[in-house]
């Protein structure tokens, strides 16, 4: 079996895994009462109902040990976007405090910079700052991203399309794999967000799958002869997540809103 064809295997059963599960946990979230209600910075008019992305957790961390290669080191990475999701449940049924969300959050990331999943610039510690900095910008990009139909799960989606295509070309199996995975639960739960979306992701959803997006980027190895070209490939697979996060963070600090 090739690699792309164990690629579509992976991303097809995540597909169906979360086609079965989104229904499910949609009646779940109307039963508890998990409900987004419209307000003026959610662009939807009716009361819909969160835990969409939890069928995205559950199937990746399902489905992502019986990946081809599975390494302790992923183990530990799927734990650590785990607990960042279940920070996002709760914050679905409670809110959560923004700082003590970061401070989950940048300590999920420290975990996974600790088994590999780091930058490699200055070659110091200044690199598992910057790693902490940029899986947290982009666990919250995609936070801020589900506020509107299929946003979230087209960017997702083809962002995880993008990086199982570029794992595949440089013959990484497990990082491509664990993409697929990602890309499959994506698309199974955009069945049900497209316009007019019947349910939304919820912080559950968006958060772990932007920790596993920023990780995933962060081990893809390109054959360039710089840290720097490496890098800019990096920002350029998490672009629109990120842009999204800065034009929300400048017309809130220009509204005089905050930033949170």
């Known amino acids: 079996m090739g690699i792309p064809i164990k690629f579509l295997v992976a991303g097809g059963t995540a597909f169906l895994g ?3 599960l989104v229904p499910l946990l949609g009646r779940v979230a109307a039963a508890y009462g998990v409900i987004a209600r419209p307000s003026k910075d959610r662009l939807h008019d009716t009361p819909t109902p969160y835990l969409g992305g939890l069928a ?3 199937t990746a961390c399902a489905a992502a040990p019986f990946l081809h290669d599975w390494k302790p080191e992923a183990t530990v990475v799927v734990l650590a976007a785990a607990a960042v999701g279940v920070l996002g449940l709760v914050d679905d049924v409670r809110t959560v405090k923004p700082l003590r969300r970061v401070a989950v959050e940048a300590i999920a990331a420290t975990v996974a910079a600790a088994v590999g999943a780091r930058v490699s610039i200055t070659g110091g510690a200044l690199d598992w700052v910057i790693t902490v900095v940029w899986i947290v910008a982009v666990v919250n990009a995609y936070n801020l991203l589900d506020n509107m139909d ?3 799960g087209v960017v997702a ?9 570029a794992a595949g070309l440089e ?9 697929a995975v990602l890309a499959g639960a994506s698309l199974g739960f955009l069945v049900y967000n497209w316009h007019p979306a019947r349910i939304f992701m ?3 959803g968006s958060l772990f799958l932007g920790f596993l997006l920023a990780v995933i980027a962060l081990e893809l190895r390109f054959p360039v002869p710089t840290h720097a070209t490496s890098a800019v490939a990096v920002l350029l697979l998490t672009g629109p997540a990120l842009f999204d996060t800065t034009l929300v963070v400048i017309s809130r600090w220009r509204a005089g809103t905050p930033v949170y």
């Open 18 to 20: 979360a086609v079965a």
């Open 150 to 152: 299929g946003a979230a």
């Open 202 to 204: 919820g912080d559950a």
């Open 157 to 165: 989606s083809t962002t995880a399309i993008a990086l199982t295509v």
């Open 56 to 58: 995205i957790v559950i």
């Open 171 to 179: 013959g990484q199996i497990l990082v491509g794999g664990l993409a």
